[in-house]
């Protein structure tokens, strides 16, 4: 099974920027599907954006589509999560998933 190790998250006020990182052990994304979800204090987990490992080909939910983008890198085994535009209501522990391998989660919070 694929171990993934989220890191990135950060304080940052709004309007800024952050870049989350999932780097995969135990064996490589292959043809994989991967996803990043976030989940804030007292809500579900929620969707943010997910790529195919083989073609690159990425989805958004609504609520980042054009401020977010998800990209990955072969050579390191690794999905990006570029955030720009943060917004508070982007606060969230953010969590990355393939198969049913999640990540510990790293924390994102933005100042207003």
């Known amino acids: 099974q694929v171990q993934l190790v989220e890191s990135g998250g950060g304080l940052v006020q709004a309007g800024g920027s952050l870049r989350l990182s999932c780097a995969a052990s135990?064996?490589?994304?292959?043809?994989?599907?991967i996803r990043w979800y976030r989940q804030a204090p007292g809500k579900d987990r929620e969707f943010v954006a997910t790529?195919?490992?083989?073609?690159?080909?990425?989805y958004y939910s609504d609520s980042v589509k054009g401020r977010f983008t998800i990209s990955r890198d072969r050579a390191k085994n690794t999905v990006y999560l570029q955030m720009n535009s943060l917004k508070p209501e982007d606060t969230a522990t953010y969590y990355c998933n393939t198969f049913t391998s999640w990540g510990q989660g790293t924390q994102v919070t933005v100042s207003s």
């Open positions: 790529i195919t490992w083989t073609d690159g080909s990425a």
């Open positions: 135990g064996r490589t994304f292959s043809s994989s599907v």
